[in-house]
């Protein structure tokens, strides 16, 4: 063995077991349980981080709603994020020193300290979610959407970590004893194989087309541009009138005096996110904006806490000036936006937050007509008091947030969680002439889905990043992906037989060289035991050995 060699086995089985010298004495049953444990909980973290990352799209809702239950901004998505990517690397390392020690024929006794980091990284997984469950359940369907854009590229995944760990699946078939442990090992191994190579033949996917590219889906600045300025401030507005934003989304709330103002958190928390309220106001506790007249919100800072939190890790990309602006944003005016939005003619939605929608909706459609912007401009959403918005304001486009309400309206705008709607959906509704507006896209590829999907517009805290991007990331004809597809099944199916015929080959003939050296070695301890007995006269050849036995039993040799 050389020294390299010597080196591999002793790093691998002291990372793996803690013992660095000697075995630890467990049974052969209870490491490989554990061994599976391992493997089980590596893919469980995979599944996982897969998880966090097409969910980190809505990372501004769990963090928010973190935010509404502690009282405090954290990125707790990012926090999430890390953990979860350094139990995930823990585990793939552990797995990796098992599949080694398998190997190198060495014993798989996995140390007691690496068996509670397992559980504690079950026990980790189990809580988020169940938090997920309960508090951000509506996320759980981005899960079966993001196979629409991920779905061929998993298979081309997972067909080369099955070709990778087809040598340790072999050689466990090999070394095993019994004939119903062989079994279930090809039965498990033949079933999952085939279960990859053939899921193809139900993934789809828009952006598996033979048709032309619809139109880019137009981009709608969510609460501006979120991720250059402070939201719903005058700032983050012209910052995404930069993107090519055809629409403004934000919120608004009237204040004690009746004046419309942007502002997207209500009820708990209101203001304390995205204000200095408790420096101004330290013994108050505000719920929503008519505690407060418009000249005490105009008072309120609303872009320090953008630089201190940094809650798009984004901050550092403003030049010292874009740092100072953000610094001195305050509480804008529903009519401050309406002016901009009918200077650079560009449309304005928004939701209504308030304790009397029937009085509000009033005071925001007067301010509205008031502020002399072209009627066709304004997207209306608020649900409350929609009939009269009609009789007022003929001219408002009227915006549905449910499928339903749409179609008992006649109406043709809708605006839905991108996760709302099947791709079939999107589709039918696009040939009817009815607008769809998607909530809140932020990645890549999910934006290069909704393209291909045949999406009319999105809102996004990412304008600035998805304004740049001439076609989806990935767009493939079912005739090219098909073929791909073939090809890699063939050649990963060729490679594993060649793996098996080779694996065997060597051990048929380990066995063979093993069985002679073992006959040889009993006949030279055979003959030792032999001569001890035999005269003197005799020589140390077998012929001799073997005539003189005869003789000593007075036989004929022949």
């Not at 980790?124 to 779905?151: H, Y």
Request: glycine share 4%.
């Amino acid at each position: 063995m050389s020294q390299g060699d010597s080196c591999w086995r002793v790093c691998s089985k002291g990372l793996y077991s803690c013992h660095w010298t000697g075995p630890s004495g467990n049974k052969r049953k209870c490491a490989c349980c554990w061994f599976s444990v391992v493997a089980l909980v590596s893919l469980l973290f995979l599944c996982w981080m897969y998880v966090c990352l097409v969910t980190f799209n809505d990372r501004d809702d769990v963090n928010w709603q973190a935010f509404k239950n502690l009282k405090q901004w954290v990125n707790w998505f990012m926090v999430l994020i890390i953990i979860s990517a350094v139990f995930t690397s823990y585990c793939l390392l552990l797995l990796l020193f098992a599949l080694f020690q398998v190997a190198l024929r060495e014993p798989l006794d996995l140390h007691w300290l690496h068996k509670i980091f397992l559980v504690l990284g079950v026990i980790f997984i189990a809580f988020w979610v169940t938090g997920f469950s309960i508090l951000w359940k509506q996320e759980w369907p981005t899960l079966p959407f993001s196979l629409l854009a991920t779905g061929p590229f998993l298979q081309f995944g997972a067909v080369g970590a099955l070709t990778l760990l087809s040598p340790f699946i072999f050689r466990g078939f090999h070394m095993a004893t019994e004939k119903w442990s062989k079994f279930l090992i090809a039965v498990v191994f033949v079933v999952v194989s085939a279960a990859i190579f053939l899921c193809p033949l139900f993934i789809q996917s828009p952006c598996l087309r033979e048709q032309p590219l619809p139109e880019k889906p137009k981009l709608i600045g969510h609460r501006g541009a979120p991720m250059l300025a402070p939201e719903n401030t005058m700032m983050s507005f012209n910052r995404s009138i930069a993107c090519g934003v055809t629409a403004f989304e934000t919120d608004v709330q009237l204040s004690k005096d009746r004046i419309p103002f942007l502002m997207h958190d209500h009820n708990p928390g209101f203001l304390r996110r995205t204000t200095n309220v408790k420096e101004k106001f330290p013994n108050e506790d505000f719920s929503h904006g008519t505690n407060l007249t418009w000249e005490e919100l105009q008072s309120l800072n609303a872009g320090e806490w953008f630089l201190k939190t940094d809650p798009f890790h984004s901050v550092s990309k403003l030049s010292q000036y874009e740092m100072e602006t953000a610094r001195n944003q305050n509480i804008p005016s529903l009519l401050q936006l309406l002016n901009l939005a009918k200077l650079h003619n560009i449309s304005v939605i928004f939701d209504l937050y308030s304790p009397d929608k029937e009085n509000d909706t009033e005071d925001t459609v007067d301010t509205i007509l008031r502020s002399g912007i072209d009627p066709s401009l304004v997207l209306w959403l608020p649900a409350a008091k929609r009939e009269y918005v009609k009789k007022t304001a003929p001219g408002f486009i009227q915006v549905y947030n449910d499928s339903d309400t749409l179609k008992e309206q006649g109406g043709k705008y809708l605006n839905v969680k991108y996760s709302k709607l099947s791709m079939e959906d999107i589709s039918n509704y696009r040939n009817a002439g009815v607008t769809v507006n998607m909530w809140v896209v932020n990645e890549r590829w999910l934006f290069s889905l909704l393209w291909c999907a045949g999406v009319s517009s999105v809102t996004t805290n990412s304008c600035h990043l998805l304004k740049d991007m001439d076609r989806p990331d990935w767009v493939l004809s079912p005739r090219t992906y098909t073929i791909i597809w073939i090809t890699v099944d063939i050649a990963s199916i060729v490679i594993m037989t060649g793996l098996y015929i080779f694996q065997r080959k060597t051990r048929c003939h380990c066995h063979r060289k093993g069985t002679k050296k073992q006959r040889d070695n009993t006949s030279a301890r055979n003959q030792k035991e032999l001569s001890r007995f035999l005269p003197t006269s005799c020589s140390n050849s077998k012929a001799d050995v073997h005539l003189c036995l005869h003789c000593m039993k007075g036989l004929d040799p022949d």
